[in-house]
């Protein structure tokens, strides 16, 4: 993406914060249940509430940016916050990184003040996990298959590790996929890849169980079948149609997996015990769809009766919601169905201090991504003859491991 497109799309995402910002208020009950137009407050732009937002933020969606960590268009402080497994909330130390989908519960969001800046806010707890992790089995131009399932990637998908774009991939890499799962085609739509040539402790896999038999504990998703190992973690009932998480033996019984635990998809909201009236924003697919008005998100119950809706909903569509949370349940106040080519053309944006300027080559580094400008980049206040570089807001794009920058100003 050139700089002659930011202004679009800077101001798509103003009016979509206004929007947001002038809230509508919804009262209702959980599980599903109608929610009532109570009203309109009016908020600042910016950020995912108004001023009648509770006293705390929730967000679920994909890391675009560094900064601290920046999710939804919300720039989360996460120096304090504690960061666990999804799975099994036991504590991680290793960095969050772009790419990686998250759950944030923290404070009420500060709405930026201008279309170019970012709503902020400080994170309390973040629970973070990936998709599928096993061997490539094959690949095509644009996608690969792990267990006999499809993962499709786009131009924004990031890759780390042993491959740094999708032309580096090789049969024999192990990949631990992120991503958000359609389950009306059982693919994975990638949003980071990480690829190595070491196989890990254990395999992971996510889907919708079919052909399941208690006889033979066993079960599938898509087309591969797997067993029950020996002792085996499951909940106490689950059944064909279930949307699970499955923990793999990394080497296959007689050709046929074993698994060692079976997760139905949970709501990370029961995770993070997020408070009713705190704002939410949810990116991510329909796992589960009742109606327009009832269905979930990533595991999320969501209630939009009172909501305004773009595009059309149903089963596997990712969407982008705002609005509260009322007994552990979203209430929408604006529910958008989004495309791929919104998803294909991705901007990041990056805090921080640059270093290894180099002017000729028109390249710098900042938090460990090396960044191309040119004549097209947008430069608000910059003087690369001041030494050192202050630090810096920066939005960009990448694409085959290249970040181009579109927009770079002085952090204020």
Request: charged share 15%.
């Amino acid at each position: 993406m050139t700089a002659h497109h930011l202004p679009e799309l800077l101001s798509r995402r103003a009016a979509l914060l206004t929007l947001s910002g002038t809230a509508l208020h919804l009262t209702g009950c959980g599980g599903g249940g109608g929610g009532a137009l109570a009203g309109l407050s009016s908020g600042g732009t910016g950020g995912i509430g108004g001023a009648n937002g509770g006293t705390g933020s929730f967000t679920s969606g994909t890391i675009t940016g560094l900064g601290s960590i920046i999710v939804n268009g919300i720039r989360y402080d996460d120096r304090t916050a504690s960061v666990v497994s999804r799975d099994d909330n036991t504590p991680l130390t290793s960095p969050l990184k772009l790419g990686m989908v998250v759950s944030i519960q923290g404070s009420a969001v500060t709405p930026a003040t201008t279309a170019t800046a970012t709503a902020t806010a400080t994170a309390s707890r973040i629970s973070v996990g990936s998709e599928w992790q096993g061997p490539i089995e094959a690949l095509g131009s644009s996608t690969l298959t792990v267990f006999g399932l499809t993962v499709d990637t786009l131009a924004s998908t990031l890759f780390d590790g042993a491959a740094h774009q999708f032309s580096g991939l090789l049969s024999n890499h192990f990949v631990e996929i992120f991503g958000y799962l359609d389950t009306t085609t059982g693919h994975l739509q990638a949003s980071r890849i990480e690829s190595s040539t070491t196989q890990p402790a254990q395999y992971r896999l996510s889907g919708r169980v079919s052909a399941k038999e208690p006889a033979q504990a066993s079960f599938q998703i898509g087309n591969t079948r797997m067993v029950m190992a020996p002792q085996a973690e499951q909940p106490a009932a689950w059944a064909d149609g279930d949307v699970v998480r499955v923990q793999l033996n990394v080497t296959p019984l007689a050709g046929v997996w074993r698994a060692t635990r079976v997760q139905l998809l949970g709501s990370p909201l029961l995770d993070l015990e997020a408070d009713d009236e705190d704002e939410a924003e949810i990116h991510g697919t329909i796992t589960a769809f009742q109606t327009s008005q009832s269905f979930h998100v990533n595991g999320i119950l969501v209630n939009a009766s009172g909501a305004l809706v773009t595009g059309t909903l149903g089963l596997g569509v990712r969407v982008e919601i705002k609005g509260t949370i009322s007994a552990q349940t979203v209430l929408a106040q604006k529910v958008e169905a989004e495309n791929k080519d919104s998803a294909d053309s991705q901007v990041f944006e990056f805090y921080g201090q640059v270093s290894l300027l180099d002017t000729q080559a028109q390249t710098f580094v900042l938090r460990s991504y090396t960044f191309h400008y040119s004549a097209n980049t947008r430069l608000k206040n910059i003087n690369w003859a001041i030494n050192p570089v202050p630090l810096v807001e920066l939005k960009a794009t990448q694409s085959n491991g290249r970040w181009e920058a579109t927009a770079i100003e002085l952090d204020d």
